[in-house]
C-alpha cells in the first residue's frame, strides 16, 4: 500500500505539472462505476485524441471515458504504472522501456507509421552538416531514456562510425527542449512529432531522419490492472475497435483528418497536414511478425545499453484482447 501511495503522489504531480485536468478523481473511480466501467485513454501530444474525434468513432460508446494527455511517452506510462491510464499509445522502445518497469503491461495493439515522423535537427544557421559532425557535442534527447528519439540518435551515430560515447546525451522532456530550441539555447535536438515537425516547419534543419534506422511501429498497452480487469475487458476491446476504424477513416480522408489535428492540437494547419500524413494511423491486432519486429529492437537496445534488461516482447503481448 505504501508503495501504491508513493506511486500515486507522484503520478499527481507528474499530471499537474502537464496541465492534466481534472486528476485526483481518476484515483479511486472504479468503485464509483464498478457496475459501468469508465476508461482513461492515455494520449500523446493530442494525436490520438484527434483521430477519434475527427472520425466520431467514440460517438456512442457504451462505457464513459476520459482523455489524458501527456507531453511523451514517459509521464504517459508513469500514469499507466500506476493505474491512472488504461490505454496508452507509444512507439516501439517506450513500449519496451515500460515494460521493464512494469511486467504487468501488455501489448494490444499495433499502429503502422512512418520512420519520417522522428530526427534529428539543428538550427537553421549551424555549421553541423552530417551525423559524424556531432563528435564532442552535446544531443539533446526527448522525452527520456527508453525514447525512439534515443534509438534513432544511437543507430545515426553507429552509421556515421561514432558510438554513444561520443557524444554528450542530455534527456530532456518535449515541451521544454522545444522552448529551448526556439530560444537557440541547444544546438542539436533528437526528437519526434509533432515537436520534430513543427520545429522543421519553423525552420530547423534536418540532420538524419529515421528512415532505415526506426520501424515506424507504434502500439497500443493496456494496464496490467485494466487488462486484468473482467468489466473492462469488453470496453477496451471495442475501444481499440472504434480506434481501428479511426485510422482507416484518417487514411481516407486526410484533409479532414488534419483539420481536426490542428483544432486539437492548436498546431496550423500546414504543420498539421505533415505530421498527420506520417502518424501511426493504420492499427491492427499484433502479429507475430509485428511481435518478431518489436523483439529485434529489444535485442538492439538491450546491446546498446539502451534497455537495462532483456525483455521477452510475447510475453508482453496478448493478441487476443481486441
Known amino acids: 500500500m505504501t508503495a501504491f501511495r508513493s506511486d500515486r503522489r507522484r503520478v499527481l504531480h507528474t499530471l499537474a505539472a502537464c496541465g492534466i485536468a481534472p486528476v485526483a478523481a481518476w484515483f479511486g473511480a472504479t468503485d464509483a462505476h464498478a457496475a459501468t466501467p469508465e476508461l482513461v485513454f492515455g494520449d500523446q501530444a493530442g494525436g490520438l485524441r484527434a483521430l477519434a474525434e475527427a472520425a466520431h468513432v467514440l460517438d456512442g460508446a457504451p462505457y464513459a471515458f476520459r482523455w489524458a ?45 512512418t520512420p519520417t515522423s522522428l530526427g534529428i535537427v539543428v538550427q537553421a544557421d549551424s555549421p553541423l552538416r552530417h551525423v559524424a559532425d556531432l563528435k564532442g557535442k552535446t544531443v539533446v534527447v526527448s522525452s527520456a531514456r527508453g525514447s525512439i528519439s534515443q534509438y534513432q540518435l544511437y543507430g545515426a551515430l553507429a552509421e556515421a562510425g561514432l558510438t554513444r560515447d561520443d557524444v554528450n546525451v542530455r534527456f530532456v522532456l518535449p515541451v521544454d527542449a522545444f522552448a529551448a530550441f526556439e530560444a537557440r539555447q541547444l544546438d542539436v535536438w533528437a526528437t519526434f512529432d509533432p515537436y520534430y515537425g513543427t520545429a522543421v516547419q519553423r525552420g530547423a534543419r534536418v540532420l538524419r531522419d529515421g528512415t532505415g534506422i526506426n520501424t515506424g511501429l507504434a502500439f497500443i498497452t493496456a494496464s496490467g490492472a485494466a487488462s486484468g480487469d473482467q468489466a473492462k475487458r469488453p470496453a477496451l476491446a471495442d475501444a481499440l475497435r472504434r480506434f481501428q476504424r479511426a485510422g482507416a477513416w484518417a487514411v481516407e480522408h486526410p484533409e479532414a483528418y488534419a483539420q481536426v489535428y490542428a483544432t486539437v492540437t492548436r498546431l496550423p494547419i500546414e504543420t498539421s497536414r505533415v505530421i498527420t500524413a506520417r502518424s501511426a494511423l493504420r492499427q491492427r491486432p499484433v502479429s507475430d511478425e509485428d511481435i518478431a519486429a518489436l523483439q529485434k529492437v529489444a535485442d538492439r537496445a538491450f546491446e546498446q545499453r539502451m534497455l537495462p534488461s532483456k525483455v521477452d516482447v510475447r510475453a508482453i503481448t496478448e493478441q487476443g484482447i481486441g
Open 69 to 113: 494527455n501527456f507531453q511523451g511517452a514517459a509521464p504517459l506510462f508513469e500514469a499507466q504504472r500506476a493505474n491512472a491510464v488504461d490505454l496508452a499509445p507509444a512507439g516501439d522502445l517506450p513500449v519496451l522501456a515500460a515494460a521493464i518497469g512494469d511486467p504487468s503491461l501488455k501489448i494490444v495493439a499495433t499502429r503502422v507509421g
